[in-house]
């Protein structure tokens, strides 16, 4: 049971370069999470989804995309990469019975 | 979600009790109080989370006031394992289980 995987763990970028992340979870979790950490601040939620097929925005969406077409992934992708976007992104999921969201180990990325 | 407050840091010395503090007042009757911690630049790890009455696992022990206006986490035996940031968080869970993070108590544990 790997719980919350992502990949890759570390990425740079230049400007105007796309990518995508990829979140797995192996606990048949249906929500998932995609959150942003900057240094020195608390996480904020980019995008989430309730279920396979469903996303939803969260509060700092603009310039991400998601994408949810299997219940054990959540992909998020920058189309044109900013030096706004240089940050640690995390994922986590949660039951829809439960209280605990698990989170992924991270992905720090850098744009140049 | 209702606003939470925290202070900014504290310390405590290993092996004694480290009681953090958090202000929610205008928590609702259906939002629960969560608590998660941070090590480092790791994902954060949940750690307990209650509604009204007071509780424990094998991490810590939630004590929330009866006007359910503050709580408090206690780490009964602080370990140098857990310096980290400590994020109290109110939330109803309702429909989607959203999480909103402050900046969270750097807890500093010192030999």
Redesign the interface.
């Known amino acids: 049971n790997a719980g ?1 995987t992502q990949t890759p763990k570390f990425r740079v970028l230049k400007t105007g370069q796309s990518m995508t992340l990829l979140c797995a979870q192996d606990m048949n979790h249906e ?1 998932m ?1 995609w ?1 942003r950490q900057d240094p ?6 980019i995008h ?1 989804s ?1 279920g396979e097929g469903t996303t ?1 925005k ?2 700092v969406p603009d310039g991400y995309n998601v994408s949810r077409l299997k219940k054990q992934n959540f992909l998020l992708g920058l189309e044109s990469a900013a030096p706004s976007q240089t940050s ?1 992104y ?1 994922c ?1 999921s ?1 039951s829809s019975s439960g ?8 992905t ?1 990325l850098t744009v140049t | 979600d209702a606003k939470t407050t925290q202070p900014t840091s504290m310390d405590c010395a290993e092996g004694r009790a480290a009681n953090l503090p958090c202000n929610h007042s205008t928590i609702s009757g259906n939002e ?1 109080v ?1 608590w ?1 911690r941070q090590i480092h ?6 750690i307990i ?1 209650g509604l009204k009455n007071n509780e424990t696992n094998e991490m810590a022990s939630l004590i929330i006031t009866e006007d359910r206006k503050s709580s408090t986490l206690i780490l009964p035996h602080a370990t140098l394992r857990d310096t980290a940031v400590y ?1 109290c968080i109110a939330s109803s ?1 309702a ?10 108590t750097k807890l500093s544990v010192i030999p």
């Open positions: 919350v929500y999470y959150y020195g601040m608390g996480l904020r939620l989430y309730v939803a969260g509060e640690v995390f986590a949660i209280s605990e969201q698990y989170f992924g180990p991270g720090r | 629960y969560y998660y630049s790791q994902g954060p790890q949940y989370h994020y869970g429909g989607s289980y959203q999480l909103t993070f402050g900046k969270g």
